[in-house]
């Protein structure tokens, strides 16, 4: 039996393997929305740099988390308190096995201790029935971005609970 993934908050020492799941989740899991352009490939990772990382794990307005598996980080997600998700990536071979919604269900809680009722994220094509079935919608047409067709996606929180 696998041992459950555990969710923890980021630290400033995690900035470089954050960087190398980020890497390699688009470099392989992705590689149906960049079809192998190495110029998608690049534009799409010079915004997630370690150092940029490093930046956002700094800011308070920032969560950062780390899925393991025993001590083995296997994905990472991130959520701004103005509701949004900026990313949720996991390593290839571990799609599919609980670490992306677990990650998700814990920026989920992030967010709504901060009040947020409505969040929003960007799916590529990969991502797309990920985020459906954690019940999240499309809020506008496809759109390009970095040479990648991107979904605006949005959730609300069930306020009765």
Known sequence: MEAPICIRSA???D????????ERSIRVGCAFDHRNDPQRVSAWLAQLSAEQISAW???????VNVALLGDKPVGVGMAAA???ITF???????????????????????????????VNLNSTRT???FYRRLGYRESTQPAARDGLQTLA?????????
């Not at 794990?57 to 969560?63: E, G, R, V």
């Open 153 to 161: 996606m949005t959730q609300s929180f069930d306020t009765s609970a």
């Open 11 to 13: 630290l400033p020492a």
């Open 82 to 84: 103005c509701g949004e």
């Open 15 to 22: 900035s470089g393997i954050i960087s190398r799941i980020i």
């Open 88 to 118: 949720c990536y996991v390593q290839p071979e571990w799609f599919r096995r609980g670490a992306g919604r677990a990650l998700m269900n814990d920026l989920h809680g992030w967010l709504r201790i901060r009040g947020v009722l409505h």
């Open 127 to 129: 991502g797309q029935a």
């Open 57 to 63: 794990l700094a800011n308070p307005q920032c969560y």
